[in-house]
């Protein structure tokens, strides 16, 4: 097998990076939940990470490992929100300073959040424009230098700091789940679990209209998709990475896919059973235990609830809009 982009002790690194910086976020357990799905459940509630999600992780570590010149110089990024916030809170934090291209429908709460931190936001149109591209001009332009928001293995690592907390906390798990977009969680994810819970089936959660992982795992190699309309909005991504591509073909058993209204009433469970507001790309991995496609009956599950950042007059809309459940 070629070597990975990144090791265990990449992520061990990031963790020490982190110490004291991020967020050791809660691990929730609930009898109602484990009831519900059959399986022992632990939620990893990165919704409580610092800027409300788990990307602060791997821009934190990401803004960190640069060069003293190049940290002087600043950073651009692309973003639909949370890889956003969490470049510009890093930036700050780090004495940098951030751009961020972000869609011009990006949420509200997210686009302020991240001006909050200090961040130079510019748009553009997800459905027209590249922003990939437009993030290597504004490198190139500006001389700052580009972290994207998956494909970057100092941002996997940081990611993978999550599911390494949370295997420390409970021990040993059977399963763990993790939202999918551009893969830098699910990967990092992948390599910690193989490090420390080796028997542990690590699976990735789609949105049903965004399914280009679960493509290009079958296919063996990366699928390009249209843009996906799903209310994941972090998980609007076209295409896996290059790197993360080759962590979840070597270390992911398999990809799943949950509908938009399977999220909404994961969502409304949350809020009324555990109290948590999450957006709706942070329940995907929850959405898919709680759907039963998945054979979790008495195991040990881990599941990444990722985010928390949504419009809450949004929030409410959607949850007071959303379909009646079946009987």
């Known amino acids: 097998m070629a070597e990975l982009p990144i090791t265990f002790a990449d992520i061990q690194a990031a963790q020490q990076r982190l110490a004291g910086i991020a967020h050791r976020t809660p691990v929730l357990t609930s009898r109602t939940a ?13 919704n409580f990470q610092r800027m409300g999600a788990f990307k602060f992780r791997g821009a934190y570590n990401a803004v960190a ?7 002087a110089a600043g950073v651009v990024a692309y973003s639909s929100g949370n890889h956003a916030q969490a470049i510009a809170l890093a930036c700050r934090l780090l004495a940098s300073r951030a751009v961020i291209v972000m869609p011009s429908d990006a949420p509200r709460a997210k686009v302020a ?13 997800r459905y027209r424009e590249d922003r990939e591209a437009l993030g290597r001009h504004l490198a190139a332009e500006r001389g700052l230098t580009l972290i994207p928001p998956y494909d970057h293995p100092d941002v996997m690592a940081g990611q993978g700091s999550a599911a390494a907390e949370l295997i420390e906390t409970v021990g040993p798990l059977d399963v763990l789940l993790a939202p999918l977009g551009g ?21 990735g959660v789609e949105p049903e209209a965004g399914d280009d ?3 290009s795992l079958r296919a063996g190699h990366i699928v390009h998709i249209a843009t996906p309309e799903t209310l994941a909005d972090g998980a609007q991504t076209l295409h896996l990475g290059q790197h993360t591509f080759a962590v979840i073909a070597a270390r992911v058993s398999d990809i799943v896919t949950v509908s938009d209204a399977q999220l909404l009433e994961t969502m409304a469970w949350f809020a009324e059973r555990m109290k948590l507001v999450l957006e709706p790309t942070g329940v995907l991995a929850a959405a898919a235990v709680f759907s039963g496609q998945l054979a979790l009956t008495g195991k040990r599950v881990g599941v990444i609830l990722s985010g928390g950042n949504v419009d809450l007059a949004r929030y409410a809309t959607l949850l007071a809009e959303r379909p009646a459940a079946e009987a």
């Open 113 to 125: 959040a991240t001006r909050s931190y200090g961040g130079e936001v510019v748009f553009y149109d």
């Open 34 to 46: 484990d009831a519900r799905s059959g399986a022992q459940l632990f939620f990893k509630c990165e």
């Open 213 to 215: 992982g679960r493509q």
């Open 65 to 71: 490992r640069l060069e003293p010149a190049q940290r």
């Open 183 to 203: 893969g830098g969680l699910l990967s990092g994810s992948a390599v910690a679990a193989h490090a420390l819970s080796p028997g542990c089936t690590v699976i």
